[in-house]
C-alpha cells in the first residue's frame, strides 16, 4: 500500500513540477511574439518594440543579463511552488481527517 502512494506521489507530482515550468515558460515566449507581432503592425511599431525590449529588460533582470536564462529561473521557481502545492495537497487528502467526531 505504501508503495502505490509513493508511485501515485511522484506521477502526480513530476506532472505539477512540469506543468508549472511550462506554463509560465509558455506565457513569457507567447507575450514577446504577440508584442513582435504587434510591433509589425503600422502605428504600433515603436509600442511594440519598446514594450518588447522592457520585457526582455525585465528578464535580462532575473538571468544575469540574458533574457533566455531569466525565462529559466521564472520557471523554476514556479514549479518549486508548484511541487510544495502539490506536496501539500497530497498530504492533506491522504492523511484522512483526523478531526472526525467518533
Do not use: H
Given at each position: 500500500m505504501?508503495?502505490d502512494?509513493?508511485?501515485s506521489y511522484?506521477r502526480?507530482?513530476?506532472?505539477?513540477v512540469?506543468?508549472s515550468f511550462?506554463a509560465?515558460?509558455?506565457?513569457?515566449?507567447?507575450?514577446?511574439?504577440?508584442?513582435?507581432?504587434?510591433?509589425?503592425v503600422?502605428?504600433?511599431i515603436?509600442?511594440?518594440?519598446?514594450c518588447?525590449?522592457q520585457?526582455?529588460?525585465?528578464?535580462?533582470?532575473f538571468?544575469n543579463?540574458?533574457?533566455?536564462e531569466?525565462?529559466?529561473v521564472?520557471?523554476?521557481?514556479?514549479?518549486?511552488?508548484?511541487a510544495?502545492?502539490?506536496?501539500?495537497i497530497?498530504?492533506?487528502?491522504?492523511?484522512?481527517?483526523?478531526?472526525?467526531?467518533?
Amino acid at each position: 500500500m505504501s508503495f502505490d502512494i509513493t508511485i501515485s506521489y511522484l506521477r502526480s507530482l513530476l506532472l505539477a513540477v512540469l506543468l508549472s515550468f511550462i506554463a509560465p515558460t509558455a506565457l513569457i515566449g507567447m507575450a514577446i511574439v504577440l508584442l513582435l507581432l504587434i510591433g509589425s503592425v503600422p502605428g504600433f511599431i515603436s509600442f511594440g518594440q519598446v514594450c518588447a525590449t522592457q520585457l526582455l529588460y525585465f528578464l535580462e533582470t532575473f538571468g544575469n543579463g540574458s533574457a533566455w536564462e531569466g525565462t529559466i529561473v521564472i520557471g523554476c521557481a514556479c514549479a518549486v511552488v508548484g511541487a510544495l502545492f502539490e506536496t501539500y495537497i497530497f498530504t492533506s487528502t491522504t492523511s484522512g481527517n483526523k478531526f472526525e467526531p467518533k
